[in-house]
């Protein structure tokens, strides 16, 4: 999985995966161009929308999010951002409504906490015991480059929840016990606003 948590297909899937939308694409939008039109400012073109309604179609509509995205795999999911047919952008997602904001004064605030902290015995003399433990807490993959093969890591996380009032602060535990901090917004619903 990416940093931004969209899942990584391999290398025949992807072409197999391409191949299953172009043949959709096809399907369902007849498009005259060979070269894709200028990016415009709002899609109006309807094929988004369109194909999002057909059952066997990887393009897809979240309507709680307020997003189109392509499906694939058993849960994976790739975000449009901008119309395949004519360039324009799609709506404002409403996701970020459904978490708390942290302000730059609180972020600076919550990296004050991991100042110091090198090792879980660390992390629990401060803080005392978390509020959760999780075994698969993130994962990290580190892709192949300059002959080195490609490698991922799973790190166990200690996850505190009333550091912050925006934000949970989660500490990933690696080797030796080492840890790194991170934070994440916390979720607060549909009425975040």
Known sequence: MSEDGVRDAGGIELFYFALRIARCIVRS??????????????????????????ADHPIRWD???NEYYLAYGKDGRMMIY?????????????????????TQEEETRIYGL????????????????PDEEREFGSAVRHRER????????????????KLSPAA???FDVGTSDSVRGRWIQKYVGENAG
């Open 114 to 129: 991991f100042r110091g902290i090198r090792t879980v015995t660390d992390v629990v003399a401060r803080f005392g015991p």
């Open 168 to 170: 949970d602060v989660y």
């Open 29 to 54: 939008h007849c498009v005259e161009r060979v070269m894709p039109p200028e990016r415009k400012e709002i899609c109006d073109c309807g094929a988004l929308e369109n194909a999002s309604k057909e």
């Open 63 to 65: 309507d709680r999010m």
């Open 82 to 102: 901008y119309c395949l047919f004519c360039g324009g952008r799609t709506p404002e997602s409403r996701r970020a409504s459904f978490f708390a904001h942290v």
């Open 146 to 161: 300059d002959g080195r093969p490609s490698r991922g890591e799973i790190f166990r996380s200690m996850v505190y929840k």
